[in-house]
């Protein structure tokens, strides 16, 4: 049935998400300097230090540090004792070593950029890496097709801060057609809101474009070699309502995985392209967590990341049993 086959997907999503909480709580907790010494400085004295660690929690044995981090993501935990107890609500990631501000906050605060900024690649990369790719795939061997191919390979092998510094300085500082990108809200003015991510938009869409265009051409060509195609094309059906009915589904079901993987990862923030346009989304703030080697923060992004691309994962499944009738037998 496939309810028994969405539970134990979700079974499997629950064990990922725990063994990469378990494996990143280790890494950053074990393997990098002393959190205490980081929050109280190069002249910080000893006492110090273990009143640091007593009210983070580290001087208790690693599992139960593991533990009480996973219990307060359900149930919220307390740091501290007595008239310094401090409660964090659930979700509760911790407080940043930095600034001191709740991680959950932090991150709330910031994916909608990320989100925008995502959103916004992926329907352009759609629309232009799909539409390319199937006109070169029914023009093979045309000029269009030699044109658009040696684009998207020239395309994608740009690295994106190259493109993105590129964009700035021809449109911004040169042309002077665009402002230098910030996080507006869509409500306060939508204009600037536009303009502020068109840049990130085309900078991140231009390499996933370049890869889809390849791709559907690919499929599209195999596609339209099957024998039910060559059935379809006796019975007298016009080539546009062949390519319709019968090409476009088998061709773009695997583009539908690889479009769920992409998407899910960049939801986790962008981190050159933010970076680079200072837009002050998850990916800027892992990448200036990174440098300030700010533990907390490091290790939700890191876990944002990991959520995203699980879950997408679960739903490209699910979403592909009902594209594909030969996987949703074997689902069922």
């Known amino acids: 049935m496939m309810a028994r086959y969405i539970a134990g997907r979700l079974a499997w999503v629950l064990l990922i998400l725990f063994l990469v909480c378990l494996f990143t709580f280790i890494i950053f907790f074990t393997l990098q300097p002393d959190p205490a010494v980081m929050i109280c400085g190069k002249t910080c004295t000893q006492e110090r230090i273990n009143e640091i660690h007593a009210v983070l929690g580290l001087d208790e044995p690693l599992l139960t540090q593991f533990f009480g981090f996973l219990f307060g993501i359900f149930a919220g935990r307390d740091y501290g004792q007595g008239a310094n107890l401090v409660h964090c609500g659930a979700p509760c990631l911790g407080y940043s070593f930095q600034t001191g501000q709740s991680v959950w906050d932090m991150v709330v605060d910031r994916l909608p950029v990320s989100a925008t900024v995502a959103i916004g690649a992926a329907v352009l990369w759609l629309l232009i890496g ?3 790719g199937l006109l070169s795939a029914v023009k093979e061997g045309t000029w269009w097709d030699r044109t658009a191919m040696g684009l998207a390979l020239g395309g994608s092998s740009v690295p994106n801060y190259v493109l993105a510094l590129a964009l700035q300085y021809v449109l911004v500082v040169q042309l002077q057609v665009l402002p230098f990108p910030r996080a507006v809200p869509f409500a306060d003015d939508p204009v600037v809101w536009f303009q502020s991510y068109l840049m990130p938009w085309i900078v991140l869409a231009t390499g996933y474009a370049c890869l889809y265009s390849r791709l559907t051409r690919a499929n599209v060509i195999d596609t339209l070699a099957e024998n039910f195609m060559r059935t379809a094309r006796s019975k007298g059906l016009s080539p546009a309502l062949t390519m319709r009915r019968h090409a476009l589904r088998p061709a ?20 050159i392209t933010e970076t680079v346009f200072g837009l002050n989304g998850v990916g800027k703030m892992a990448a200036d967590s990174i440098y300030k080697n700010d533990q907390p923060v490091i290790m939700a992004v890191t876990l944002l990341a990991a959520f995203f691309v699980v879950v997408g994962n679960l739903v490209i499944d699910l979403v592909y049993t009902r594209l594909d009738p030969r996987v949703r037998i074997t689902a069922k």
Do not use: E, H, K, S
């Open 130 to 132: 799909i539409a390319a």
């Open 252 to 271: 773009l079901t695997p583009i539908a995985t690889i479009f769920g993987m992409d998407f899910a990862a960049l939801l986790g923030g962008a981190l």
